[in-house]
């Protein structure tokens, strides 16, 4: 069975930041080797993909978080977090861990990011 948590969502004003962290775990999971991303999903839209960073590390963004959130694994810990800086309150969402191969997808259960003043 495999496992995603994320933690570190929480409300945060406009303009400022926060860290998001997803551990993997499982023990047939070789996190080495999926892509691992970020989803959000805001009230009464559809899931969208935010960013996601390859096994070998290729990394692609959508265009509204471009140069303001920045996506980065750890390996050897079976971790992925999403650095978010200058948050607006479209980026107000449900965020949610993925794990991906062209055999199985993995989701964490997610964290609520409230970006309000």
């Known amino acids: 069975q495999v496992q995603l948590v994320e933690s570190g969502g929480g409300l945060v004003q406009p303009g400022n930041s926060l860290r998001l962290s997803c551990a993997a775990s499982g023990s047939i999971f070789n996190f080495n080797l999926y892509t691992m991303g970020w989803y959000r999903q805001a009230p009464g839209k559809q899931r969208e993909l935010v960013a996601r960073?390859?096994?070998?590390?290729?990394?692609n963004y959508t265009d509204s978080v471009k140069g303001r959130f920045t996506i980065s694994r750890n390996n050897a810990k079976n971790t992925v977090s999403l650095q978010m800086n200058s948050l607006k309150p479209e980026d107000t969402a449900v965020y949610y861990c993925n794990a991906h191969t062209i055999f199985s997808d993995f989701w964490g259960k997610g964290t609520l990011v409230t970006v309000s003043s």
């Open positions: 960073i390859t096994a070998g590390g290729s990394t």
